[in-house]
């Protein structure tokens, strides 16, 4: 079974830009979340898809969007870019809903995303 | 206020040597907590999983323990190889669905 896909794995933007980032589900995953990591700050939720409907928000400026496609798939959306949101960008699958019960996630290798 | 602390922050231990790493946490209530292993670059991968009930989860040469009283956990690498070093991340769950993130500790075995 393939595992969750993110693209591109790299990517390089100025300030003012706007990004896309893509994720694959394992297949048969309902659920998609995405994740900030920075040194600092270690791993910071950001949303979480399932049915094409955001359940769970975290605290990110609404910059930050994302959205599911009926298939599972999900894209992250980050207009305006600043210096700080250079970042690891995680992407999480799981069967279901609800990272909260007993249900494993499996993440993605992430977008390594570079503000200049 | 719901946290999860890791220590160390680092670490750097001789290759076959044990070590623990420390995850203190105060997220209530309680629904699970996980340890994930994450090589640099590369996204975290799922060591172990635990609920309130679970004392202890081995996975191999990592064994967790969970102490639910004193809000603790702990992660037991034996016998340490090369490819143990990576950074290792504390993640509890509460029971409303969120997840709350320790900042990692960076394990380096050396030869």
């Known amino acids: 079974k393939a595992g969750v896909t993110q693209t591109p794995r790299y990517l390089i933007k100025t300030r003012g830009q706007q990004v896309t980032l893509s994720c694959s589900p394992i297949?048969?995953?309902?659920?998609v979340s995405w994740y900030q990591q920075t040194p600092g700050q270690g791993l910071q939720f950001l949303f979480e898809?399932?049915?094409?409907?955001?359940?769970n928000k975290g605290n990110f400026p609404g910059r930050f969007s994302g959205r599911q496609f009926s298939n599972s798939r999900s894209e992250m959306n980050v207009s305006t870019l600043e210096l700080g949101d250079s970042a690891l960008y995680l992407c999480?699958?799981?069967?279901?809903?609800?990272?909260?019960?007993?249900?494993?996630?499996?993440f993605g290798p992430g977008t390594r995303l570079t503000v200049l | 206020k719901n946290q999860v602390e890791q220590s160390p922050q680092s670490l750097i231990i001789l290759e076959g040597k044990n070590c623990t790493l420390q995850?203190?946490?105060?997220?209530?209530?309680?629904?699970?907590l996980r340890w994930y292993k994450q090589d640099t670059g590369r996204g975290p991968v799922s060591l172990t999983i635990?609920?309130?009930?679970?004392n202890t989860k081995s996975n191999g040469r990592y064994t967790a323990t969970l102490d639910a009283d004193t809000k603790q956990s702990s992660l037991h690498i034996t016998a340490s190889q090369l490819s143990d070093s990576a950074s290792y991340i504390c993640?509890?769950?509460?029971?409303?669905?969120?997840?709350?993130f320790g900042t990692g500790t960076r394990l380096t075995v050396i030869p």
């Open positions: 999480a699958s799981s069967i279901r809903q609800a990272p909260g019960s007993y249900n494993e996630q499996f």
């Open positions: 297949s048969g995953h309902r659920s």
């Open positions: 993640v509890v769950s509460a029971t409303s669905n969120n997840l709350f």
């Open positions: 995850c203190n946490y105060t997220v209530s209530p309680f629904s699970n």
């Open positions: 898809y399932f049915s094409e409907t955001q359940r």
């Open positions: 635990m609920t309130f009930s679970e």
